[in-house]
Each structure stands twice: as C-alpha cells, then as structure tokens.
C-alpha cells in the first residue's frame, strides 16, 4: 500500500489531485472550529452530554455541531436535496426524461439540488435555532438574530457543497462522500482523548482493548458485506454488425449486497429529526399540545447512558433504515430497464426469457439481496452500538466509533482506494487492491 501512494505521488497529475483534495480537507476543518456567536459552551456541552441522537447528527457534520460552527448542518442539507431529486425521477416522468437528456439533463437537476439545497437549510437551521433556543444554548434572540443564524448556517452548508462538488471535478473520489470522511476522520484524536479519560476508562483498560477488539472485528464484518456481490450469470448471442461477426461470449450482471450504501441511514436520521423540532415548537403551548411537546422531549430522543432502554427510539430507527434499505434500492436499480438494456444488446440470462421474464427474476432475486442488505444496514447502525455499550459500558457520547461512522469510513475508502488503482492501471502501477 505505501508502495502504491508512493508510485501514486509520482503521478504529477495524481499528485494535484491528492494536494488539492487534502488542502480542502485543511480548510473544512478550519471551519469547524469557528463558531457562531451568541452560543453558550456550557449549555451546549451539557446538551451534548445528555443527548446521544444530537451526537450522530454531529457525526455527519465533522464535530461542527457540538461546537455550533458556521459548518453545523454539514451537507446533510445537500444529502436530502440529492435524494429528494432521485425519487423526483421515479414519480415525475419529466424528471426522468430529463434525467435521461445527457449533460444538459444533469447540468438542471444539479441547478435544481442546490436550490433545493438552499431551501432545505434554511428550515434545517430554523430547527436547529429553535432547539438551541429552548435548551437555553442561544438566549435573547430577537428576529434578526434568528435569520442571522440561519443564513449563516445555510451559507455554510452551501460552502461544504461547493467542496464537494470542486474536489468531485479537480480532485480525487466522491466530494460530498469524501467531506463527510474527513469530519469523521478528523475527530479521531478528541475521540480517543474522550475514550482515555471519561468514564473511568483511564483506571480500566480491560473496556477499551474490548470496544478495540469489537471495531476491528465490524470493521472486518463491513468491508466484506461492502465488497459483497451476486453475480447473474449473462450470455451474448452471436451479432452481425455490417460484414463483421461478433461471438457470443460469456460474462456477469454484479448486485450488489448493500445496493443503497449509507443514503437510508442519512434519510432516516433526517426523518427522526423531525419530532424533535415539533416538540420544541410545542414546548410553550397550552394543553394537549404542550403534553405532546414534553412527551416528545422526554421519551423520544434517547439520553446517551440510558440507549439500551430505549426500545421504542431505535426499534422505530430500525424500521426506518429497513424501509428506506429497499426504497432507495428501487430507486436505484430497475429491473425493467436493465431487462430491456440486455435485450437490445443480444444479451440473456441462460435459462429466462428475454423481456418481462428477465424483469420479473431480477426483481425477485434483488428483493432477497435487499433483505440481506437492509438487515446489515439496521444491525451496524443500531444493533451494534448497543451491544457496545453492554459490553464496554463506555457511554455513548465517548463512543465515537459506532457502526454508521465505521460504515461510512470503510465505504468511502474502498471507493477512493478504487479510483486511485483504476488510474495506477492505466500508468502499469500495482495500486492498493491486490
């Protein structure tokens, strides 16, 4: 591996594009350490301390959350809008056909996602105000004030975009998946500091070699799930292109295990914001409104010791990142399209009819792929993390690497780390994967 990122540096294309990503990373961290003002550290560390789902949001945000920096909302914001947009293509036959127009096509949903951008973070940073507010993290605000807040957090969030999207053009990798690395990367070292001291970690080893033990081992479990693929058998029938004759040939349709990546879990923190924010709105109404608000506020957001008592919170977390598992594989992956690409090639899968038979198999065969997947999905997100703290009894706001950070982080590295060997290849480098 050393050996490859050596012959990688060489390059001095690939150079520049690796300078130019790690120089974007430098300055997203920067900005994670500049907060807004008006924000009371006190009030907002013991929220933080007492709130483990306020933690997995400052997860997709590089820690910029728990300090309330101009960069809190992260691109979760961006996130939504993109995937807004992709069902937008299923349900409207304009999207879709747009979506099919080439580089004009994509060059207007991507104008139509910023703005969807922009308008998602503004109610996003609403939220997050009001429920500052009301913890008593922002106090004596007036209107402007709020609207500061709010453009500032959204200017942000905008500004994370726009890396993203410079180092998916001039850099190396994914952009937005590669920001969202670098925040979980970047709290690496506080992490670790949190995990020696709190808790009474210091004086027991014994619970930190065990939570070690149990990340190599999830991290191992999750790279071959990530790399996992069934692969459907395709022959070519024999093609007469003008006066020349094609041979039919063998070769394989890959599925993928986890089709969806970490889209449901980001779609399913989103959702579970959402009560959240109505039980602050709620908090000063008169009854029965003000009864929902404290029950919201009470038993619906998880405190960080208490997780695994939480059955209803993260058995409706679970649910979420089920549904949202095979919903967003839907959207994906088309069996009826994919039926009709291989039919027009000459293409087919030994022993199905070509067309609707084709359809229909793939389908079926995806859904019990899906199933596979969606239960990894939810087990790694949730399941794991409480099995952590059983076992380790280190408190979830120190326990900074949960299934869904060692999820992203190996996705997003097996992905960069496939991107830098297709380009090795084409110099005749060996690269990372053997």
């Known amino acids: 591996m050393l050996e490859a990122i050596g012959n990688a540096l060489r390059i001095p294309e690939l150079r520049r594009k690796i300078l130019f990503t790690l120089g974007l990373f430098l300055v997203f961290r920067i ?26 949001l400052d997860l997709f945000s590089g820690g910029g959350l728990s ?30 056909e747009l979506s099919k127009e080439g580089e004009f ?31 008593g993290v922002l106090t004596n605000l007036n209107w402007f004030g709020i609207v500061e807040i709010m453009v500032t957090l959204t200017a942000g969030t905008v500004m994370l975009m726009w890396f993203g999207e410079l180092i998916t ?3 190396i990798g994914n952009g937005i998946s590669l920001v969202i690395f670098a925040g979980i990367v970047g ?101 029965p409104w003000g009864d929902i608000s404290r029950a919201l506020r009470t038993y ?15 058995f409706v977390y679970f649910i979420l990142i089920f549904g ?4 967003y594989t839907a959207v994906t992956f088309d069996p009826v399209d994919t039926a009709d690409y291989l039919k027009k090639h000459a293409a087919f899968i030994p022993g199905i009819r070509p067309g609707v038979a084709t359809a229909q198999y793939l389908d079926r065969t995806m859904t019990r792929i899906t199933f596979a997947g969606a239960l990894f999905l939810g087990g790694v997100t949730v399941l794991i993390p409480l099995l952590a703290t059983a076992l ?15 999820l992203i982080v190996v996705g997003v590295a097996l992905d960069t780390m496939k991107q830098i060997e297709t380009q090795l290849i084409m110099r005749q480098y060996k690269g990372f994967i053997k």
């Open 324 to 327: 949202f598992t095979y919903f």
């Open 105 to 135: 096509g994509r060059r207007k949903i991507t104008r139509w996602t910023r703005w969807l951008t922009v308008a998602l973070g503004l109610l996003q940073a609403w939220g997050l105000t009001l429920v500052f507010s009301r913890q």
């Open 169 to 171: 053009e001039y850099g």
């Open 31 to 56: 900005l994670a350490h500049i907060a807004v003002p008006g924000a009371d550290k006190a009030a907002l560390d013991k929220l933080f301390n007492s709130n483990a789902f306020l933690g997995l």
């Open 187 to 287: 709290r690496i070292p506080n992490t670790i500091y949190n995990l020696l001291t709190g808790g009474g970690a210091s004086q027991n080893l014994a619970p930190l070699l065990l939570f070690a033990a149990l990340a190599i081992v999830v991290t191992a479990f999750i790279i071959e799930v990530q790399q996992a693929q069934r692969k459907i058998p395709i022959q070519s029938a024999q093609r007469v292109v003008g006066r020349k004759v094609y041979q039919g040939r063998s070769s394989h349709l890959p599925l993928r295990v986890n089709q969806a990546g970490v889209i449901p879990i980001i779609f399913a923190i989103s959702i579970m914001f959402f009560p959240v924010i109505i039980g602050n709105f709620l908090a000063t109404a008169p009854s």
């Open 300 to 314: 619906w957001v998880p405190a960080g010791p208490n997780i695994p008592t939480d059955i209803l919170y993260n």
């Open 67 to 96: 300090t309330f920096s101009i960069i809190a909302m992260g691109v979760n914001p961006y996130i939504n809008a993109s995937i807004i947009m992709q069902l937008m293509t299923v349900v409207s036959t304009r999207m879709k």
């Open 392 to 406: 380790t009894r280190i408190p979830a706001q120190n326990m900074y690497l949960g299934g869904t950070a060692i």
